[in-house]
């Protein structure tokens, strides 16, 4: 998975990527068991998957890539 695999914690590098979006959000690197409470409570977020279809998440990303 190569450059998938150093982006999520080493528990979770030989996850299939259908395996890593269906994972816990904090198995991604630097996401604390905190920020992934934080994720939950604001946005029910609890996958990685949920982050990254995440409507506000995709609307902020636009607006960033516009901006450029």
Do not use: C, Y
């Amino acid at each position: 998975m190569g450059d998938i695999a150093s982006k999520v914690d080493k528990a979770f590098e030989a996850s299939s990527v259908s395996e890593l979006a269906d994972a816990p959000v904090d198995a991604l690197q630097g996401v604390s068991a905190g920020d992934a409470e934080h994720l939950k409570a604001a946005f029910n977020i609890t996958t990685v998957r949920d982050l990254g279809t995440n409507k506000h998440f995709l609307w902020a990303q636009a607006i960033a890539k516009l901006a450029e």
